[in-house]
Every structure is written in structure tokens, then in C-alpha cells.
């Protein structure tokens, strides 16, 4: 009964959308090709013709707050407070030089396919992510367009379905999402590349989570690539990374039902291997938080702890012969009530408002990619309009509005990184 109503629900949707009035689709002026868009020649990126690499922001709330806008009642028009806000924002960060940004792209939580099927939700989703687009434009701003592809669950298709059964009724509706965002949004030069979900291994092999079944490591391997497949039908002409994170500390052994056994070096490049080595997806993305340490710490097979960092994980992604980015890096500020971190690091920050306690952080893991030569990542993050974050202490964002000194670090980051690697500015 349950899948006939599924079935039932998904014809209602495809209606649904066929009676959605939509704005105009966007549309570049000029037909898009290849040197528009990120490519991997070589081994390494290229953008306009040119080897392309940079250090750049998050900017995580650039869609959230626009959407937020809209189902507060409000327009996004030239006098709207936040638009005006977000497009300072962009404007600051191309004259620093910055050329992208990473984004999610979609509202936030789950139950994406009946916030897509519903018409009124379904137009505010569109007019924020146009007025995105419009915005990055302008600027010469390029986007990693994180898809949410994960957020397509429900009460009854948790996410353990949605990854592992490809005739469930919310993977056809995520495959008609994808096809209707890559169909509108292809033309624009703002897209530089689809992202297929957020930290999606997170989530593998770890059972029941909050109520929610979850999948297993090999079968996100099979999601990642089905997804990038179906994601190139639509447009062959744009790279496709996964999303994060780097594996949990005890990926593997979780995979291999050894519980909470913390992996080895070998044992964590085994992922790497299950979930890229024979993939559709184009680029490996990791997270990286090493915080007050180097890197994440694992085990060796004699027992004693090994750390890796940004340097191994290059290496691991280059034995599956493609090209890695950081889609989130940074240190983030932690409370004094965490008092683990402050027995190890007594001089770490518990704030980005305490500048010259956070800068020797922020400037050794900037110094840290440039020595790995990371060729792409995206610090995590730059401004935060939400409310949730102004009075934080332990807010994550930096900005030229409250700290000019530590966005200016990472300016200058990416230029060393480019000198580093022999690109022009």
C-alpha cells in the first residue's frame, strides 16, 4: 500500500511542477563552453584557458538568506536590507580577488521533495537562487553549487533508502530536481561546478541516527556515482565533486562492522579507493577542521597514533588518479568550557572577535595548504546575516565589517598560494 501511495505522490508532483508558473529562465549571453566553466586538464584545474587555483570563503548563507527572505513576505529588490547586504559581500570579495565561493543551494533540513513539489515553496526556492546567480554574476563571482542531493528524505524514506534503492519514489524526484536546477542554471558562467550533497559519508555505517536509518559506505559509493552520472546527461560540460567530508576516524572499520576502532592510513586510503577510484565523480572534496591540532588522528598498525593532514590526503586522491579540493577548512573558536582543547592549546581563541589570538591559528593552516599545494579550497566562512550567529561569541564567519585583519590573511594566502604554484593573480 505504502508504494502504491508513493507512486501516487509522484505523479501528483510531476503535475504540480508542470503548474508552476516560473520566472524566466537564466540565460548567459553568450553560449557556455568548456573554458567557462572548471576543468581538469592535465591533472590539474583550469578556468578561462588558464591553470586556476585559490584559497576562498564559504558562503554558506548567501541563498539561506535571501529564502529567508522571501518567506518572511519581504521582496528581493535593490532596497532589501539583506540583498544589499550579499551583494557587498560578493562585491568585497571580488576586489580582494577572489574569483568563487561555495554555496548550499538549497533551504536547509530534509523533506527537500515536498518543499520542491509545493508550488509556493517551490517559487520562493527559485526567485532566491536566481537572485544568487543574478548576484555572482554581476560580481564575476563563480559558484560550487552544493546540490543537497541528500535532503531528498522523509518520514518514511530515510536516507538509508534514498541512497541504496534507486526505484524509490524520492530518488525520482531528486533526479527530477536535478534535472530541472543543471536545465535552468547551465547557461550562466556563475556555475563552476555541481557539488552532489554535503558531508554524505558522515552518515555511513553508522545504523540508526536520530530515529533515521542510514546507508552503508558502498552504497553511498554507488549514490555518488549514479548521481554524478545522471548530473553529466544534463550537462557534460561541468565537473562533479562529492561533497566532503574526509572520512570519519573510524570509517573503515565501521564499514567492516568493527565498531568504533579507530583506522589506520591504509585503512582510511580504502575509502578513498570504495568510494572514487572507479567513480563518474570528477573531484574528491574533504573537509578539513584540525582546529588546535595538525590533522586528524588515526591509528597505526602497531598501535601508536598517527596524524594526517592536508598532504596525505593529496596524495591518497592523486592514487585515484583525480584532483582534490577543501570544500570547508578552518579552525573555529571554542569555548573556555571546553576544557580538553584548552589543556592541550592554552593559548588558542575562543573567539574570531580576539584577533591576535586567532591570527597565529588562522595563519598556520593557511600556511599549511600552500605547503600541500591544495589547489582549491574554500575557508569556512565568510559572513553570516543569520540571527542565530550576531550574537554568538563562537560565531564561525569572519568579515571585512568585524574582522578585516583575518579575511585579509586569507587574501593574501591566495595570492602565496598562486606565486606558489606559478599562476598569475
Not at 104 to 121: I, Q, R, T, V, W
Request: net charge neutral; with cysteine.
Amino acid at each position: 500500500m505504502k508504494s502504491a501511495h508513493y507512486l501516487f505522490a509522484f505523479f501528483i508532483l510531476l503535475s504540480s511542477l508542470s503548474a508552476v508558473e516560473n520566472p524566466p529562465q537564466v540565460k548567459s549571453p553568450t553560449a557556455i563552453t568548456k573554458q567557462d566553466v572548471l576543468s581538469v586538464v592535465n591533472g590539474e584545474f583550469q578556468l578561462g584557458g588558464q591553470r586556476f587555483a585559490e584559497i576562498s570563503f564559504n558562503k554558506f548563507d548567501l541563498f539561506w538568506a535571501m529564502h529567508d527572505e522571501l518567506l518572511a513576505g519581504r521582496e528581493l529588490n535593490a532596497d532589501n536590507a539583506i540583498v544589499q547586504s550579499q551583494d557587498k559581500a560578493l562585491k568585497n570579495l571580488r576586489q580582494l580577488g577572489f574569483r568563487s565561493v561555495r554555496v548550499f543551494a538549497m533551504p536547509p533540513g530534509a523533506n527537500l521533495a515536498e518543499k520542491f513539489s509545493d508550488p509556493k515553496e517551490h517559487r520562493m526556492i527559485f526567485e532566491a537562487l536566481d537572485k544568487m546567480v543574478e548576484l555572482c554574476e554581476l560580481h564575476g563571482i563563480g559558484l560550487v553549487w552544493s546540490l543537497c542531493c541528500g535532503t531528498f528524505t522523509n518520514d518514511e524514506i530515510h536516507l538509508k533508502e534514498l541512497v541504496a534503492d534507486r526505484e524509490n519514489a524520492n530518488r525520482k524526484v531528486l533526479y527530477e530536481y536535478l534535472d530541472f536546477v543543471i536545465d535552468r542554471y547551465k547557461h550562466s558562467p556563475a556555475v563552476l561546478m555541481w557539488e552532489i550533497h554535503n558531508e554524505l559519508t558522515l552518515n555511513a555505517d553508522i545504523g540508526i541516527y536520530n530515529g533515521h536509518r542510514t546507508p552503508t559506505l558502498k552504497e553511498v559509493a554507488v549514490f555518488y556515482d549514479d548521481v554524478a552520472k545522471h548530473i553529466k546527461k544534463r550537462d557534460p560540460l561541468r565537473l562533479v565533486n562529492n561533497g566532503g567530508s574526509n572520512p570519519r576516524e573510524s570509517q573503515w572499520n565501521l564499514h567492516l562492522g568493527n565498531g568504533w576502532k579507530v583506522d589506520t592510513v591504509q585503512e582510511q586510503a580504502k575509502c578513498f579507493r570504495l568510494l572514487f577510484k572507479d567513480s563518474a565523480v570528477d573531484v574528491i572534496d574533504i573537509h578539513f577542521y584540525p582546529n588546535q591540532g595538525k590533522g586528524v588522528t588515526l591509528a597505526r598498525s602497531n598501535g601508536r597514533p598517527d596524524v594526517i593532514g592536508l598532504a596525505d590526503y593529496m596524495r591518497m586522491a592523486a592514487r585515484n588518479g583525480k584532483p582534490m579540493i577543501v570544500g570547508e577548512i578552518g579552525r573555529l573558536a571554542v569555548s573556555r568550557e571546553n576544557v580538553a582543547v584548552w589543556q592541550e592549546a592554552p593559548n588558542y581563541f575562543e573567539t574570531f572577535a580576539d584577533k591576535d589570538a586567532a591570527m597565529p591559528w588562522v595563519q598556520s593552516l593557511l600556511d599549511d595548504i600552500i605547503k600541500a599545494k591544495v589547489p582549491l579550497s574554500y575557508w569556512w566562512t565568510y559572513q553570516s546575516d543569520r540571527e542565530m550567529d550576531k550574537n554568538n561569541p563562537q560565531r564561525f564567519d569572519i568579515s571585512l565589517e568585524r574582522n578585516p585583519e583575518l579575511v585579509k590573511a586569507v587574501a593574501e594566502a591566495n595570492k602565496r598560494l598562486k606565486k606558489e604554484l606559478r599562476i598569475p593573480n
